[in-house]
């Protein structure tokens, strides 16, 4: 969702801005608390289960006490899924996400442009997009309503400042008669910010990625026992298969994974 500009500030939407984010650190009890965006009164709960040894995820009516659990799922279960999915995570990194290198000379040729997508020392997280309070055990955080263009300036460089940047990720927008086209994302290693070597991944194949990971998801879903299993497993499936209905993902990804995916263990 693009941020309207007036002036010199950048206004987010009212949707984006009343988000409520808390967190509680209390020993046995930890959990996230997320605002419902349409009603003050309902929560959704992300409770971590350090004693019940069961991660669940729970909607509340603060005004009732109305509560109804959406997805409980113990460690064991939840470990086994990670388990399942980080296969796919390294099959998707290593075959897709670091295979292919770009020479920076390539993309000035082109007359792209960058955005940086992680932040950094120009930019903060907590002093520019959101307001962070900390009230006893809980940690608030919550959207501004606007940021100062000058900010997001510093976001677009140049490919010849690249290297001068600590940002590790950008995206690349070519651009032609004042016009600028989404192409991929250029990346370093993450364990070697000030490295010289770039990774590209084209629009297309971060869109494989993704798909990708969420088959990974699927197949982890699978392999783990959970409440209401055959609803929730039902009603994924359906939505990733609206997501990509007529499009050749699916099929070229049951292709790919057929004899690629035993390779990465």
């Not at 349409?38 to 509340?60: E, F, M, Q």
């Not at 879903?221 to 039902?234: G, P, T, V």
Request: glycine share 6%; aromatic share 12%.
């Amino acid at each position: 969702m693009e941020p309207n500009g007036q002036g010199d500030t950048i206004i987010f939407p009212e949707e984006i801005t009343k988000l409520r984010l808390f967190s509680s650190g209390q020993p046995g009890n930890e959990k996230f608390h997320l605002k419902s965006i349409n009603d003050d009164k309902i929560h959704y709960t992300l409770h971590l289960g350090t004693k019940s040894h069961y991660l669940d995820i729970h909607i509340k009516n603060e005004e009732t006490g109305e509560y109804k659990t959406l997805f409980e799922m113990h460690h064991f279960s939840f470990a086994r899924m990670m388990v399942v999915f980080l296969r796919y995570f390294k099959y998707a990194t290593i075959r897709y996400a670091f295979s292919k290198r770009i020479n920076l000379g390539r993309l000035k040729r082109y007359n792209c442009v960058l955005v940086k997508v992680d932040l950094d020392k120009d930019l903060s997280l907590d002093e520019d997009f959101l307001t962070v309070k900390q009230t006893g055990r809980h940690t608030k955080m919550k959207f501004n309503g606007n940021v100062m263009k000058a900010k997001l300036d510093g976001m677009v460089i140049e490919p010849d400042d690249i290297l001068q940047s600590n940002c590790g990720c950008f995206q690349v927008y070519k651009t032609k008669n004042n016009n600028a086209r989404f192409i991929g994302y250029i990346y370093r290693h993450p364990h070697n910010m000030r490295s010289r070597r770039f990774f590209f991944v084209s629009k297309g194949r971060f869109q494989f990625i993704k798909a990708l990971l969420h088959h990974g998801i699927t197949q982890g879903l699978r392999s783990a026992q959970f409440a209401d299993k055959d609803k929730i497993l039902k009603d994924w499936q359906s939505k990733m298969a609206e997501r990509y209905r007529g499009t050749t993902i699916y099929a070229r990804l049951k292709k790919d994974m057929k004899y690629q995916i035993t390779k990465v263990n």
